[in-house]
Structure formats: C-alpha cells, structure tokens
C-alpha cells in the first residue's frame, strides 16, 4: 500500500465534504489488525493512550492493518515529540493527539511530525520508508502526515478558533467523555450545557472548514448513519474491544 496515496485520498474525500469512516484498536494484536485492516474502514486508529500497544509492537501492527489497503493511524498518549517520531517511523500514516488545548500546543506535535523544511522531526532510515529503500519517496510524506487533534477539555473550546486556525490541521475529533469530565458534566451526554459546547464546536468546524469527527463507541449503523447526517466528517466506528463485547455475550434465548 501507498499510504502517502491513501493520505491524500482521505484528505480530498474530507475536502469534498464526504465522510471518512475509520475504526480505533486497543488490542496488540496483529491477527486483530488484519481483520480490522479488512473490514472496509478508511483508517485504522491504534489507540497508545488507553489500549496496552507498545512502540515495538506497532510495525507488525501497521503491516497487517495495510493489507487491507487501510491506513494505519496512531492515538498518541501525549504527543511527545520521541513519540511522535516513533509511531510516524514504525509506519503510522499520521498521529491523532489527545487533549488538545491550544494552537502553540498542536503546533509544537505538528512540527514534530514534520521531517525539515516543513518540520523539526529527526530524518532517518526507518521501518516507514523501508529502511531506506524507499527513502525519496518517503520525505513527502514525511512533509504532512495526516494531523488530528482531540477536543477533550472547556479550554479547548474557548481557544477553539486558534486551534482550528492551525496550518496543516485536518480533522478534529471530540472526546465527549473527557470533555464532559472537563465540565463537571461526567458522562451527562443530554445536559443543555454540554450541548451547547458540542454545537459550538460544531459551528466553528463549519467557519474554519475543518472536518469534525467523533467516536460512534457501540456498532450501531443507525448512530453512524446519524452522525453523518449531522455533519461529522472523521468518525471513527467502535473498537475492536467492544465489537467483541457486543457480539460474544451468550444469546438469551438459551435461558441464561
């Protein structure tokens, strides 16, 4: 797979207000990667905040997740510029960066993701361009991988247009649970004030023309169907964990 071709095609479906549906893993494993790599999505997220993926395991992550032709993505869990530099040489085809609070802050992981003259990232042989094989064609992808940013805090939101103002940002993607937390509104999905923070985010979106995405947790297709019909462009559909747990639980009917 060429990801800086998948890239792209992500970015111009985004640019012609078409959605982009993708899937988040948690998961370190490389069977559960091609399956998920298989399923159809656009992008595969590998979540190193909250799933056990370690940094040596991503490259047979990456690898499995392309056979499918789908993009592997990594959830940062800090955005750390040695972490950044490590998802992005393992393979990852660009970064989504949690808890976001401002424009010098997504800069910063935005430069670090950068190989020079765009950024400030280390240049190098790496899994990503094939140990070198691949070197050339690798400095442009290595000029913009796929940016993501997480609104996941009030902060966010009162410096939102800053944040969406950021050059080379692509999507931004909504951590309701976080964001709610951040409120003292933990979970309380249907409070007047938490939906007056995701309208407000979701009208700057609009401004700026900045996709905005959110997480459809449990695989339901008629949230998704929802989402989209409400304008969210980068969504990501469940999680391998829960997809498991929505479908192994032991049917009713057997009287258990």
């Excluded at 190989?115 to 094939?130: D, E, T």
Aim: glycine share 8%; with cysteine.
């Amino acid at each position: 797979m060429n990801r800086n071709d998948k890239i792209n095609a992500i970015r111009s479906s985004l640019s012609n207000g078409k959605p982009s549906i993708g899937s988040w893993m948690q998961i370190p494993n490389s069977s559960v990667a091609e399956i998920m790599g298989q399923a159809g999505y656009d992008w595969v997220a590998v979540d190193l905040e909250h799933g056990s993926v370690c940094v040596h395991q991503l490259p047979n992550i990456f690898r499995a997740i392309e056979l499918g032709d789908t993009l592997p993505l990594a959830r940062l869990a800090n955005g750390h510029a040695k972490e950044c530099k490590q998802v992005l040489d393992a393979g990852a085809g660009g970064v989504i960066v949690p808890m976001i609070e401002s424009a010098e802050q997504l800069i910063q992981v935005r430069d670090a993701c950068r190989w020079p003259p765009a950024g400030k990232r280390g240049v190098g042989f790496s899994r990503a361009n094939l140990f070198g094989k691949h070197f050339e064609d690798y400095t442009k992808e290595a000029q913009s991988p796929l940016l993501v940013a997480m609104i996941e805090n009030i902060s966010a939101i009162e410096n939102l247009e800053e944040i969406l103002a950021v050059d080379g940002l692509d999507a931004i993607f909504i951590g309701p649970y976080d964001l709610s937390a951040s409120m003292g509104l933990t979970g309380k999905f249907e409070d007047f004030e938490f939906l007056s923070a995701m309208e407000k985010i979701h009208n700057l979106c609009k401004k700026y023309k900045v996709p905005g995405g959110i997480h459809v947790v449990s695989p339901d297709p008629d949230k998704l169907k929802k989402c989209i019909a409400e304008g969210y462009k980068f969504i990501a559909y469940s999680i391998d964990a829960v997809i498991l747990h929505e479908n192994s639980s032991l049917p009713s009917i057997i009287g258990k």
